[in-house]
């Protein structure tokens, strides 16, 4: 998805999941926060260094993950 700038990718970084703006801060650990309860000015809070578009765009790309759609290429 090119729309999310601040979403990164790097096999070098935090064995490749997907992180905010370089930083070693996964879209995992944000979605596990709000999924915990946590909003956004929390979650600022305890991550001085994110910025609310930085959430913002981690559940839009956890959103555009889980609308991918895979199909298997297995013919047997």
């Known amino acids: 998805m090119n ?4 979403i ?3 096999p ?6 997907p992180c905010v703006r370089g ?3 996964t879209v ?4 596990g926060l ?3 309860g946590y909003s ?6 305890a991550y001085p260094y994110l910025e609310a578009e930085d959430v913002r765009e981690a559940l839009l790309y956890a ?12 013919t047997a």
């Open 23 to 25: 930083m070693r801060v």
């Open 3 to 6: 729309s999310l700038s601040r």
């Open 63 to 74: 959103v555009w993950r889980v609308e991918e759609q895979e199909i298997s290429l297995d």
């Open 8 to 10: 990164t990718l790097n």
């Open 12 to 17: 070098a970084q935090m064995g490749g999941k």
């Open 34 to 36: 709000v999924a915990s």
């Open 28 to 31: 995992g650990t944000i979605i």
């Open 40 to 45: 956004t000015e929390q979650i600022c809070e």
